[in-house]
């Protein structure tokens, strides 16, 4: 592994375009109808054709074999290397990540990164991430694993259902102003918290929806922009994975709450690679497949100290218009959750905060922003960009 020194030697790297679908529920459309669709998009957006690209990067959950050689196919066939990548959650951050260590190195100067998912079931998602004597234990039901570590939290630190439901109000807000959100209807505190009970202390409102939808970008040396005002720099790009005695939610379950996680372990290094840290970021895209983790995903990053994100929120720290607004385009809970797409579509977000191109949702004077996806396994990626 290079060093943090060789790591800021390699050459810069930038999303030139970016492409994404509305997400939502398609029952007459596949994954690689609405993945090109976010491809040909992000070509545009770039002002590239697709025989620019060298090497494809595709990443998805429960798509199948060569899901990303069938959406590219849509567009055609150039004998380019296409990799698909099933990495959970974080599936198209890490196919984002592999598209930047590509060009970084120099292999490649043009790169394309796309994530997917077409939804294939209603209510628990049927999780394939865990061995078969474990999801007959129930491990793989993500509300009830959530749930546990909620009660944990709220315990150690005084949170309230108020606080974790608060989560809820204020990313579904803001995904009244995002076009490309599932939800445009705002929801109240009491309607959050008297929501049907999914497993105690979580209700239905505190589970984040799933969705059809893709997101693409393409990622590519300086020397290959055709817009200076469109390109964001990738100043770091990160991905960990867990360590014995760790839960699947982005907190210690076993381990001493001392030791550092894989979730503070991404972040701390990408804080490295880049040159910045937590007290830098502008705006932030954090991981809220369930209510409450939006507030221990932002302590584990270092954006505050644990037990403190709760007060915080109260005191609209993370609003539109707070100090550092989190989950600006609804997060997961607003804009909703097609797995292989989400983490991608975090990084979307950012891009379009940087450029100043978020509209009624931007954030003022945005230069640098960080994206923060789960995935079971578990991993997590961290990815900083800077204009």
């Known amino acids: 592994m290079k060093t943090i020194a060789e790591l800021k030697a390699l050459r810069d790297v930038v999303i030139a375009g970016v492409g994404i679908t509305r997400w939502d529920i398609y029952p007459d459309q596949e994954w690689y109808d609405f993945g090109s669709e976010a491809v040909l998009r992000a070509l545009k957006d770039a002002g590239l054709e697709y025989k620019d690209v060298q090497i494809a990067f595709a990443g998805s959950s429960y798509q199948g074999v060569s899901s990303g050689h069938q959406t590219l196919a849509e567009i055609g066939k150039t004998a380019i290397p296409v990799i698909n990548v099933e990495n959970a959650c974080s599936s198209s951050s890490s196919a984002l990540r592999l598209a930047y260590q590509m060009v970084a190195t120099e292999l490649y100067d043009v790169a394309l990164a796309v994530g997917f998912e077409k939804q294939r079931y209603k209510g628990f998602i049927p999780s394939t991430a865990w061995r078969p004597w474990e999801r007959m234990l129930g491990y793989n039901v993500m509300p009830a694993s959530y749930a546990k570590e909620t009660v944990r939290y709220m315990e150690e630190y005084g949170a309230t259902i108020e606080d974790i439901s608060m989560v809820t109000v204020k990313n579904r807000k803001n995904a009244m102003l995002n076009p490309n959100a599932r939800f445009q209807q705002q929801v109240s505190l009491a309607e959050v918290m008297g929501s049907r009970l999914v497993s105690s202390p979580l209700r239905l409102l505190h589970c984040s929806p799933l969705a059809d939808g893709a997101v693409a970008a393409i990622v590519c040396s300086k020397d290959k922009i055709q817009s200076k005002k469109k390109a964001v720099t990738i100043a770091a790009a ?130 640098i922003g960080l994206a923060h996806s789960l995935g079971a396994g578990p991993n997590s990626s961290v990815t900083i960009l800077k204009k």
Not at 269 to 298: F, H
Not at 307 to 321: I, K, N, P, Q, S
Request: charged fraction near 25%.
């Open 238 to 367: 990160t991905l960990t994975s867990g360590m014995y005695g760790e839960g699947n939610c982005g907190r210690n379950s076993v381990k001493y709450p001392a030791d550092p996680n894989y979730v503070e372990i991404s972040a701390r290094q990408a804080y490295e690679v880049a040159g910045y840290g937590p007290e830098d970021m502008d705006v932030i895209q954090v991981y809220d497949a369930m209510s409450p983790a939006e507030l221990w995903d932002i302590e584990q990053l270092g954006f505050c100290k644990p037990g403190e994100a709760h007060h915080m929120l109260r005191d609209g720290y993370f609003d539109l218009d707070g100090k550092l607004p989190s989950n600006t385009d609804g997060g997961l809970m607003g804009r909703g959750h097609p797995m292989g797409a989400t983490a991608l579509g975090q990084i979307y977000e950012i891009v379009m905060q940087l450029r100043g191109e978020a509209g009624k949702r931007q954030v003022p004077k945005a230069k």
